[in-house]
Each structure stands twice: as C-alpha cells, then as structure tokens.
C-alpha cells in the first residue's frame, strides 16, 4: 500500500530567484503569443478545439464551480448578495401573470465563490500582462484590452484534471503545502495522462472537501496551492488555462516579498488566464470511476464589458 506524503518540503524562493523565473517564463511567454493580447490562448486552436470535442463519450457534464456562498465566513466576510425584488406580496395571490424577480451582487475575487480572472487583474511592476502600463494616460485603454472582454466567446478546450491528494494518499493538502512540479508529472503518471500544448489544466488540491468537512477558515492567509516553480511545468507543456480549487498561490507565500506569486506569473508573466476556488469533487470521483481524467471543457464568463473578472460555472463533459 502507497504510503501517504502529507507534505510537501518544497524550498523558499529568493526576491532574485523569483525574478529570475518571471523574466525567463515572460520571455517564453512572448516567443510562444507573438504580438497577440490573448496570451497562453494562442496555444488553443481551431484543431485543438476539434481534437477535445473527441474525449465526449459517455455523454455526461459536470460543473466545476461551487455554489455562490452568501452567508459571510472567516474566508468570505463580504458574501454575494442575493435579494428577492418581486413579486409585491399582495401579487402572490392575485390572478393574471406576476413574475419572481431578483438582484444579484457579489466580490468577483474574493475568497470562496469560483471565478475567472482576467489579464488586467494582476499588477506588477507598474504593468499589466505584455508590458502594457497599469498607469497613465494609456492604462485605461490597456486594461480594457485585457478585460474579460478578451474571452467574450468563452474558452472551449482539452481539460485535465490532476489529482494531488490522490497522489499523495490523502485526502487533502493541509494549508501551507505546495504543490511542485514533481508532483505535476508523477501526477501524470498515475493517472496514466499528458498535459499537452493548449490543455486547460486543473489542479486538485482538496480545499473544498476540506472546507466542507472542518468547516471554513481565513485562507487569505493559510492555504495550499503551486510553488511557484511548477509554473515552469506550465511553460513546457504551453497549457492555456490554469484553475484550482483554492486560489492557486498558497499561503504563506513561497517567495520574500511576493504574497501571490503564482498570480504573477501565471498572468502577469505567461498571459495565463486563472480560475480559482473551484469544486473538483463531482469531476475526480467520475475520472477516478471512469479511468479518464481529460475532458472536453466549456468556459463561459459573463459579458461584463472592461472587467477584470467574473464568477464563472466551467463545465466538463466526458
């Protein structure tokens, strides 16, 4: 029987070290998008598109989001909003046609509810993802340019879903452990998959599981997540979209002075677009029956015009 490795003793990044990585995974970044402002979306082509079409077989779909939360908690003190606006309660008995309305509010990044974010969402070094000014009279253009607008037709592509815990022989990462690139490839090879050019990959770290069975806790500050190395993994294998069930970057950062170090250089560095605080559950159990762990997958953010997110429902089909 596999012995579980419960942590991982992942190494600390210097201020230099992390530079070092965000320079050369930036440079990699622009050979591989050219002069375009879709970033890693590049590696998603017509054919790519087609070729995930094939991994639907059996006819089922399978959200990845978790259910929008709007009771507040320690990791969700400003939930989403939502209010029943009509109809008028002297309506509710009355004949003819009445309609139930409601509003909907909500933080797009916080800290609980699944959602996407966009290239203009990370700042770093005064610059938004392919050097384009965060201030100035350019910036409002820039960011617009890199809004969620990029997306307005969703983002359709091959999935991939590694499981780390399963990995592991745990049930969840505890908060503070890092997910590397070892990790990544032996993933793969457990699971008997290859992440490929232009793969939407989504990483398992079983914060939700562990949310739901001990209850939430401020994972602003304690959580699992990638090492910032294992972004390197990304880079190889010219994956398109990142998302996690935690928010990706764990906390405590691995890096002096940088708190959300996958952030930058997922977005800011390589154009990736993330996807954070999903619900991988339902989907693992169904790979893990199934013996499949790729997946067509169908990404559709609100039209939001210049935002720099939005909640989204990510839905796999096998």
């Known amino acids: 029987m596999k012995r579980p490795r419960e942590f991982s003793a992942a190494p600390r990044v210097t201020a230099d070290g992390f530079r070092a990585l965000f320079e050369r995974l930036r ?15 590049c590696h998603v082509t017509p054919e790519r598109v087609l070729a995930a079409v094939a991994e639907v077989r059996l006819g089922r779909t399978v959200s990845l989001a978790a259910p929008i939360e709007t009771e507040p908690g320690p990791d969700d003190p400003e939930p989403a909003v939502h209010r029943m606006t009509g109809p008028a309660p002297g309506d509710l008995g009355a004949a003819g046609v009445h309609f139930a309305t409601d509003r909907f509010a909500m933080n797009v990044h916080g800290d609980a509810d699944s959602h996407l974010d966009a290239l203009c969402h990370v700042v770093y070094d005064a610059e938004l993802y392919g050097g384009m000014p965060a201030s100035g009279p350019t910036a409002e253009d820039a960011a617009r ?5 990029l ?65 939430p806790w ?48 997922a977005v800011r560095a390589m154009g990736i677009h993330l996807l954070d605080w999903l619900r991988f559950e339902d989907l693992a159990a169904l790979c893990a029956r199934t013996g499949r762990w790729s997946f067509l997958c169908v990404i559709a953010p609100l039209r939001l015009p210049g935002a720099t997110g939005s909640p989204v429902n990510p839905l796999a089909l096998l």
């Open 27 to 41: 440079r990699e970044a622009a050979r591989s998008a050219g002069e375009g402002r879709r970033g890693a979306l």
């Open 218 to 265: 401020h994972s602003a500050t304690a959580r699992a997540g990638l090492h910032p190395t294992a972004l390197e993994f990304l880079a190889e294998r010219k994956v398109a979209v990142l998302g996690g069930d935690g928010n990706n970057d764990t906390a405590p950062s691995a890096v002096a002075g940088v708190d959300f170090p996958v952030h930058v250089l």
């Open 145 to 149: 340019a890199l809004s969620v607008d």
């Open 151 to 215: 997306v307005a037709d969703g983002i359709v592509g091959r999935g991939v879903l590694l499981d780390i815990p399963r990995l592991r022989g745990v049930r969840w990462l505890e908060p503070g452990d890092h997910v590397t690139p070892d990790d990544l490839t032996a993933a793969e090879a457990a699971q008997g998959v290859r992440v490929g050019p232009g793969d939407l990959l989504f990483v398992r770290v079983g914060h939700r599981l562990r949310r739901t069975e001990r209850g």
